[in-house]
């Protein structure tokens, strides 16, 4: 318990320690106009308080993510915590906040254009493919989970397609209409519900008494599966997630100040955290250990466990609104995902998207795309999804870097996290099933000797910017 309760205090020190040195390296300008007011076009650009905006980006960040990769991720034991907390602070929310800040200062860009602006063109025209392959996944994944949720919840012939079919009407409006009309109304209502769902959780380990395994970094998994690299792709959104870096950019677009980036873009990222650190902690506690996890993740997967969880702390009200608050967080990130991916490929394109039927032609081969992706097993799309959403993160944060060392600013903040992340994706491409398939004695070298490599070309970049700085 006592591990459980110093994190939290951690991640609210993190904020406010570091969130605020990151924000000074960044150097924020308050005199600046932002692209809510130079472009405002009543569809994407829409300026929006900073209250309704951190609201807005924590749904659009918080998906099945912060829920299901903790609850997977408590397998290995409370090392789980550790890896969410320093995460959190050191890499997640520095990734999201310059995902987010790049975007105003670059005119509301998408992550495409930022990584081609301080990466090269070659990048652009790679994230560009990638990111979009990425948000189809997303979209596709936050379909297929909360229709499996809902369906518990419903009466025997409302069937799983049923449910699926009006998950993916919702989303088509979320993805054409102006941003204020869904998406910033309900929001904030749902974040509401998300946040008083994770204190009800939360609470209910506390008062209950219930046993949260306290710190040790040996590995807990009942099938003994290596820690490195797999701990850090199953926990991403609550950790660090590339998906952020494709939605922060939507609320760039609505930002009414750079003094406000700190607590929607680093805030959000640490709200997410604190989610992440309640199911974790449930996931372990309820089931009387990893052992215990693994065989309710055997019957009903994650969603069984959010189900047993939320209906055996909080009852069948409480345990129902919490079983609801589960299902608003991947509906709402599946819609702003495919919102995302309209506006990347818009962006390429250079379409305007005002008029109403450039939008639909974008998203009509999207949403068919995505329902024939809904086909696939849930299981394989969520392990591409962890390896596409840490690639991502990669990518960014050694775009911060390189945008740092241009500016002649600290950074190591960017630099550090994306070396880890490279890491992390290359030993993981190389081992998982999915990838190459290669042993772990073979993978691990082989992965960290690519991140020397990729290491060293942003050394020699550093060394040439501090060159041309002196002649």
């Known amino acids: 318990m006592i591990t459980f309760l110093l994190s939290f205090v951690a991640l609210i020190l993190g904020y406010v320690i570091y969130g605020r040195f990151v924000e000074?390296?960044?150097?924020?300008?308050?005199?600046?106009?932002?692209?809510?007011?130079?472009?405002?076009?009543?569809?994407?650009?829409?300026?929006?308080?900073s209250n309704r905006g951190s609201l807005v980006q924590l749904l659009n960040i918080a998906g099945l993510g912060p829920i299901f990769g903790p609850i997977a991720g408590a397998l290995w034991g409370p090392v789980a915590f550790i890896w969410i907390v320093l995460g959190g602070i050191f890499a997640g929310a520095v990734h999201d906040y310059f995902s987010g800040m790049l975007s105003v200062r670059n005119g509301g860009a998408q992550l495409p254009d930022i990584v081609g602006k301080y990466l090269g063109q070659g990048m652009r025209y790679f994230v560009n493919v990638f990111s979009v392959i990425l948000l189809l996944l997303v979209g596709t994944v936050f379909v297929a989970g909360p229709a499996k949720l809902i369906v518990t919840l419903t009466p025997d012939w409302v069937g799983l397609s049923v449910v699926t079919a009006l998950i993916f009407v919702y989303y088509?409006?979320?993805?054409?209409?102006?941003?204020?009309k869904i998406i910033g109304k309900i929001y904030p209502l749902f974040g509401?519900?998300?946040?008083?769902?994770?204190?009800?959780?939360?609470?209910?380990?506390?008062?209950?008494?219930?046993?949260?395994?306290?710190?040790?970094?040996s590995n807990l998994h009942p099938k003994n599966l290596p820690m490195w690299p797999l701990l850090f792709?199953?926990?991403?959104?609550?950790?660090?997630?590339?998906f952020h870096?494709?939605?922060?950019?939507?609320?760039?677009?609505?930002?009414?100040?750079?003094?406000y980036g700190r607590k929607i873009f680093y805030g959000m990222m640490i709200g997410e955290s604190a989610i992440a650190l309640v199911?974790?902690?449930?996931?372990?506690?309820?089931?009387?250990?990893?052992?215990?996890?693994?065989?309710?993740?055997?019957?009903?997967?994650?969603?069984?466990?959010?189900?047993?969880?939320?209906?055996?702390?909080?009852?069948?009200?409480g345990g129902t609104l919490a079983i609801i608050g589960v299902i608003i967080l991947p509906i709402t990130s599946g819609d702003t995902a495919f919102r995302g991916a309209r506006l990347i490929i818009a962006d390429f394109f250079k379409m305007n998207q005002k008029p109403f039927s450039r939008r639909l032609a974008i998203s009509i081969p999207?949403?068919?795309?995505?329902?024939?992706?809904?086909?696939?097993?849930?299981?394989?799309?969520?392990?591409y999804f962890g390896w596409a959403n840490q690639t991502t993160a990669m990518i960014l944060l050694w775009t911060a870097a390189v945008y740092l060392v241009?500016?002649?600013?600290?950074?190591?903040?960017?630099?550090?996290p994306a070396a880890f992340m490279t890491a992390v994706t290359f030993t993981y491409l190389l081992q998982a099933p999915e990838g190459f398939g290669l042993s772990a004695s073979i993978s691990t070298p082989v992965g960290l000797l690519i991140t020397v490599g990729i290491t060293l070309l942003f050394a020699n970049k550093v060394r040439k910017a501090h060159k041309m700085e002196i002649s």
Not at 25 to 30: C, K, P, Q, R, T
């Open 279 to 317: 199911w974790a902690a449930a996931g372990m506690a309820v089931f009387g250990g990893t052992g215990g996890l693994q065989e309710a993740l055997a019957v009903g997967g994650p969603a069984g466990v959010v189900r047993t969880v939320s209906i055996t702390m909080l009852g069948a009200i």
């Open 245 to 259: 870096a494709t939605q922060s950019p939507l609320i760039a677009r609505t930002v009414q100040n750079e003094k």
């Open 24 to 49: 000074k390296v960044f150097g924020i300008n308050e005199n600046l106009e932002t692209p809510a007011y130079t472009k405002v076009d009543g569809v994407d650009y829409v300026p929006m308080d």
């Open 366 to 383: 999207i949403f068919a795309i995505a329902y024939g992706l809904t086909q696939i097993d849930f299981n394989f799309l969520w392990r």
């Open 172 to 180: 088509i409006l979320a993805t054409l209409l102006p941003i204020d």
């Open 406 to 416: 241009q500016e002649k600013r600290f950074h190591w903040i960017a630099s550090i």
């Open 233 to 242: 792709i199953t926990i991403a959104c609550g950790a660090i997630s590339g």
């Open 192 to 217: 509401a519900l998300l946040i008083i769902m994770a204190v009800g959780v939360g609470a209910g380990l506390v008062v209950q008494g219930y046993h949260i395994p306290e710190l040790t970094l």
